[in-house]
């Protein structure tokens, strides 16, 4: 399971253990489906598996036949909770909402606040025909909202076609700025994962954490350090905005990689540890050649 953080800490805080198996190695990030299923078949009390497609900050979609696979174990008795918030944004493949009608232990999630653009209603739906969906969800805090807009079909394909358009343009362009390293996990979502090179052409936490201080603090423009999440060793993750912004981002990106790299900066982990944005410090880097693959 991809961002599987805010299912942990509420299944933590309701005193619910969680199995958690990694997903195989970059760029393909796809599910483990052999250990999952090993787990399903040794582990009785497993409830409910969570799979996130397209995954953050991976940007890869789960194949249908994973899904299928897990569905159809002979022996769980679960639930499979697919999460498809990115689903949207993505030119591969389409939601399983139908396939709810197939499988009773399945149950599509989706949201209103990405392609959508209505994040301030905090709104998702739900697919699923077992029976315990029909029971409404908790109370949650109400927002002073103002009235969505009419139209949102025509708003979210236009969302969608422009986000993928300048996520191609990203595509295209990052490769040639020196510094950045190669594209990680998928395109299927509005953001991509790239990995930030050190002064001697590696992938490297400290030049990743530097980037984004620097693109912060300075120019003002955030993007989000992944290098401690699983098969993301020295990556950023950035998310696609308009044209103009992308346009900013990439000038600004690399001139920031020259300061970087000028400055020794991204090297800075070598010698006990550079703070990273949120006060923490990273270990130290390996020595070039010795980094870290995924």
Known sequence: MSWGQWRAQEAQVNDVGVVKVPL??????KLDTETIYNALSEQSNIKMVC?????????STVRKEDVNKILAHPTWNGVVILDETYIDYSSKT???AEWVTEW??????????KSFGMAGIRQVWRASIRGDASRPPAPQPQHNLQH?????????????????????????????????????????????????????????????????????????????????????????????????????????????????????????????????GNGLNWPQEQKPGQHQTS
Request: proline share 5%; hydrophobic share 35%; aromatic share 4%.
């Open 24 to 29: 195989l190695p970059a760029p393909s990030f």
């Open 51 to 59: 799979i996130c497609s397209p995954g953050n900050p991976t940007g």
């Open 94 to 96: 389409t939601s399983l």
């Open 104 to 113: 009773q232990n399945l149950v599509i999630v989706q949201t209103l606040s």
């Open 148 to 276: 969505p807009e009419p139209n949102p079909l025509v708003i979210m394909a236009d969302n969608v076609a422009k986000t993928a358009a300048q996520r191609n343009r990203l595509i295209r362009d990052m490769t040639q700025i020196k510094g950045v390293g190669r594209l990680r996990g998928g395109t299927e979502a509005n953001f991509l994962l790239f990995e930030i090179l050190d002064q001697y052409g590696q992938p490297s936490n400290a030049a990743a954490c530097a980037v984004y201080k620097c693109l912060l603090n300075k120019r003002g423009i955030v993007t989000r350090f992944r290098g401690e999440d699983h098969g993301c060793h020295g990556c950023l993750r950035i998310t696609i905005g308009t044209e103009d912004e992308m346009a900013s981002f990439l000038q600004a990106l690399n001139l920031t990689l020259k300061e970087v790299h000028k400055t020794g900066s991204s090297s800075g982990a070598r010698g006990g540890g550079v703070v990273n």
